[in-house]
Every structure is written in C-alpha cells, then in structure tokens.
C-alpha cells in the first residue's frame, strides 16, 4: 500500500513567522512531488511542485524535496492569516496501472494576527 | 480561475434518486479523474479517463457509474446511493504526459 503521510495538526503559527509542512512518503519510484493549499469548503489548489533533490523557491514558499529519506516539506516564510488551509502533499504513483497521485491527509495550518 | 468547472455545486439526493454529475476543463488537457473527499480521509482517486478511455476504477462501487464522451467532459452518474457516500467529489484533469493535476470546484454531495 503507498502512502503518503503528514501530520493532521493544527500547526499554529503567529503571523510573520516561518510555517514548516512536513511529508513522508512510501514509494521510492515517486518522481513528482506537489503542494496543494486547500482553504475550508474549497477545492485544492496547486502552490508548488517539485522534482528534484533540495529546495525550490516560488515567492514566500519553498519546497524542500530529499528523495533518500523519502521526505518533502513546505516552507512558508512570514506567514499570513490568509495561509490559514490545509495543505495537501501529493506525490506520483507509477505502477502497472499508470500514473496518479497519491495524496496525504493534510496539515491544517492556523496563522494568528 | 482553474480552467476546470463542475455542476452543480451542491446537491441533496435521497437514495432512491438517480442524479449525474458533470465536470468541464477548458486547459486542452486529456487526461481526467473523479475524487472522492471525505472528512478526515485522504482524497481518494475513484475513476482515471485517458483520451476518453477509463484506465483506471479504484474498485468504486457500482452505484458509481463515469462517463466521458471526449477529453472535454466528464460525468459522474449516481444511482442508489447510501448516506455514506456523501461527500465533496473533485474532478481534475492533467495533460497526457504530466503529473500536475488541476481541480474543479467540487460537488458538495448530501444523501439523505
């Protein structure tokens, strides 16, 4: 069974501060590594991908891939009450059936004004 | 914007009803799925269409049943549904080729 696996949270975090997302994943074929945000009654929507081994920058998140530890994480720098969602992690199957994506349970953040 | 829309937004069937879904993406995309959230659970992945070609049935019950007439369109017709099955149903598409999916809105489903 492939997994992908993060905390459920809340992660709570004052506003200005660096918010950190973590995710574990099962299957060490996995080349394809997403971040979705999901605000409550919303649908996802994709805020980062990544591919390769070390960190990727898109305005105030970075995205951390390490495919020895089977590990991807999402930084939020001076975090905003409107990065209040849960985060979703996402990462590629590949077997016999195709490819999808597997998706984690989510981490619920909370920013405080 | 994502490109991707679904009707209705929300809808309340009893279990006797027959209903369908529908999903449109307008990315050029040919590759489309339907997704099943529930509270506190994953996003599960029911049904994979490829160039109109399912590809892919995570063992979803009968009552389910998809259809895509092209790389446009997407349906979900529902029949006998039981109360479990109430949930928030996520259609997505993606280019053939790449791994990076895009949602619609989502139907907020009550069965009652």
């Known amino acids: 069974q492939k997994e992908v696996e993060q905390n459920s949270g809340p992660l709570s975090v004052p506003e200005g501060a660096i918010a950190s997302l973590n995710c574990t994943y099962s299957?060490?074929?996995?080349?394809?590594f997403f971040w979705y945000r999901q605000y409550s009654g919303k649908s996802p929507e994709l805020i980062m991908s990544?591919?390769?081994?070390g960190d990727k920058e898109d305005g105030r998140f970075t995205a951390q891939l390490n495919k020895a530890s089977q590990y991807v994480s999402l930084l939020i720098r001076d975090s905003q009450p409107s990065d209040s969602a849960t985060y979703l992690c996402?990462?590629?199957?590949?077997?016999?059936?195709?490819?999808?994506?597997?998706f984690g349970k989510g981490t619920t953040l909370s920013v405080s004004s | 914007e994502t490109g991707v829309t679904q009707t209705p937004r929300h809808l309340v069937m009893g279990m006797t009803n027959k209903k369908s879904l529908k999903c449109e993406q307008h990315?050029?995309?040919?590759?489309m799925y339907w997704y099943k959230q529930s509270a506190k659970k994953p996003l599960e992945l029911m049904f994979v269409?490829?160039?109109?070609?399912?590809?892919e049935n995570n063992s979803v019950p009968s009552r389910f049943s998809p259809e895509c007439p092209n790389s446009s369109h997407l349906f979900l017709h529902l029949h006998t549904l039981q109360p479990e099955d109430s949930a928030l149903y996520l259609c997505?598409?993606?280019?053939?080729?790449?791994?990076?999916?895009?949602f619609g809105p989502g139907t907020r489903l009550t069965v009652l």
């Open positions: 997505a598409s993606s280019r053939q080729g790449s791994d990076t999916q895009y």
């Open positions: 299957d060490r074929v996995s080349q394809s």
């Open positions: 990544i591919y390769s081994n």
């Open positions: 996402a990462v590629n199957r590949v077997d016999q059936a195709g490819t999808a994506l597997i």
């Open positions: 990315l050029g995309h040919n590759a």
């Open positions: 269409y490829n160039f109109k070609e399912q590809t």
